[in-house]
């Protein structure tokens, strides 16, 4: 196994204990066995690596003994694309529900607003085949 890239100042993409969405860290101090702190918290993590066809790659998992313990990954060059399209997905989902609360808010819809919702759902369903 490579040594770990968890040192002071690498950047870490931190998953969020129960949704998708991911947040920018960067680890603030790695102890002699491994472990490591990330800057604002005391929280440990712990790190492990696994290998693929892609090489190593590596994660950490918030140390302690609770169930619902959060993962990270090491964001550099190897997973900067992956880790940039979950936070995308995520932003999406995010702008999509609050697109969902303002329309189910309007009470008294006119045919114009209906018209171009319907307009802009267009765009997302594939083309119909004129016969």
Same mark, same amino acid.
């Given at each position: 196994m490579t040594e770990s890239p968890f040192i002071p100042g690498a950047r870490v993409a931190v998953g969020d204990k129960f949704a998708?969405?991911? #947040? =920018?860290?960067f680890v603030d101090k790695a102890y002699k066995g491994g472990n490591f702190t990330l800057r604002g918290s005391k929280q440990q993590w712990r790190p492990w690596c696994t290998r693929g066809s892609a090489g190593p790659r590596w994660s950490a998992m918030e140390t302690g003994s609770g169930w619902a313990r959060r993962r990270l990954? &090491?964001?550099?060059? #190897? #997973?900067?694309?992956e880790i940039s399209e979950k936070v995308e997905a995520h932003k999406a989902r995010l702008k999509w529900r609050d697109l969902r609360s303002k329309l189910e808010a309007v009470k008294e819809p006119t045919l114009e $607003?209906?018209?171009? &919702? =319907? @307009? @802009? $759902? @267009? &765009?997302?369903?594939?083309q119909e085949k004129t016969q």
């Open positions: 998708d969405s991911v #947040t =920018e860290g990954d &090491i964001w550099d060059a #190897t #997973t900067d694309k $607003l209906c018209d171009a &919702i =319907e @307009a @802009a $759902l @267009a &765009i997302t369903r594939p």
